[in-house]
């Protein structure tokens, strides 16, 4: 009897990896990819724990405990980098989550498949470009002697704006040039979700006598409230990290404007240039992906609490 079960199931597992060994084979390159670009590196967390050391590397290096995260709670910019790095993401978020969607709508009613893939390619060019780019784009228009703005004002008799020496314009402009950048990523994705609802909605709607602006209120946006509140979720998961490129090279580290561009990105990466030390880069490091990992479960569960199929676990 022992032998039989023995045999069944050699002969079970036979089959199962004759009917799914290629698969796995298949997915073998990217699993042995994502082992070692996202497990091998987490050794190094502890790097944001230890008074590292390179002749001692990594495991010989002495530990410290939390002393390496003083440096973002101890410095007197620890405030202003927080505030500005939530802030600026939460501007980020309502913005997006308004223009994507109402784009979305807008691309959806156009009938012309030529014109939707036109407007399409051209929304999503910006997404493409480097932020160096953007930078140079922006100081094309921002600058104080050669740029677009003040070349016109001063063609009218007005004064210039010192952009790059005033803080108050820049949250604005920040919002505006990421809200540039990443407008037509954000919009192809509601896109895709409008693209895949059922006609017959609308055109029941429409026998009803309901208006695009009603057709949109009680039946587009339901519909994308999933795809919405997903990508919400997702985007509070990073509310703690900020796009170091927007921050560092739109502004063009200009000092005068720290008090309200610096975010933890940009500031951790000033202090590793000047002290040279990995340690509170990982410490900064680790510190906002905890922080960010408890932000988006606090978030998937208010989700949940109120709607529970929306949530993403």
């Known amino acids: 009897m022992g032998n039989q079960t023995s045999l069944a199931h050699k002969k079970s597992w036979k089959d199962t990896m004759k009917q799914w060994g290629p698969v796995f084979l298949l997915g073998l390159p990217g699993f042995i990819y994502i082992f070692i670009n996202n497990y091998m590196p987490l050794y190094g967390l502890a790097i944001a724990f230890k008074d590292y050391r390179y002749d001692l590397g990594i495991s010989g290096s002495p530990w410290v405990g939390f002393k390496n995260f003083e440096f973002l709670f101890a410095t007197k910019d620890a405030w202003v980098i927080t505030r500005n790095t939530i802030l600026y993401n939460l501007a980020f978020i309502a913005v997006d989550l308004v223009c994507s969607v109402s784009l979305a709508i807008f691309l959806n009613e156009i009938r012309s498949k ?17 932020m160096v780019v953007v930078s140079y784009l922006a100081y094309a228009f921002l600058g104080d002697r050669t740029g677009i703005i003040n070349g016109f004002l001063n063609s009218i008799g007005a004064k210039s704006i010192r952009f790059y020496q005033t803080q108050k314009y820049w949250p604005f402009i920040l919002t505006f040039v990421n809200e540039w950048r990443m407008i037509g990523y954000g919009s192809i994705i509601y896109l895709s979700t409008l693209v895949g609802l059922g006609s017959e909605y609308f055109e029941a709607a429409e026998i009803d006598g309901a208006g695009k602006l009603q057709q ?9 409230k999933p795809t919405i509140i997903m990508l919400v979720t997702l985007s509070m998961g990073r509310i703690f990290r900020s796009d170091f490129g927007l921050f560092y090279q739109v502004p063009r580290n200009q000092g005068l404007l720290y008090d309200i561009t610096d975010t933890i990105d940009t500031y951790v990466f000033r202090a590793l240039l000047q002290s040279g030390d990995i340690r509170l880069s990982s410490a900064a490091a680790f510190y906002q992906s905890v922080v960010c990992f408890i932000t988006i479960l606090a978030f998937n569960a208010l989700v949940r ?9």
């Open 114 to 130: 030529v014109a939707k893939k036109v407007y399409q390619t051209l929304i999503l060019l910006p997404y493409l470009m480097s």
């Open 305 to 313: 609490r109120n709607n529970r199929e929306s949530a993403l676990f």
């Open 216 to 224: 949109i209120r009680y039946i587009t946006l339901p519909l994308l």
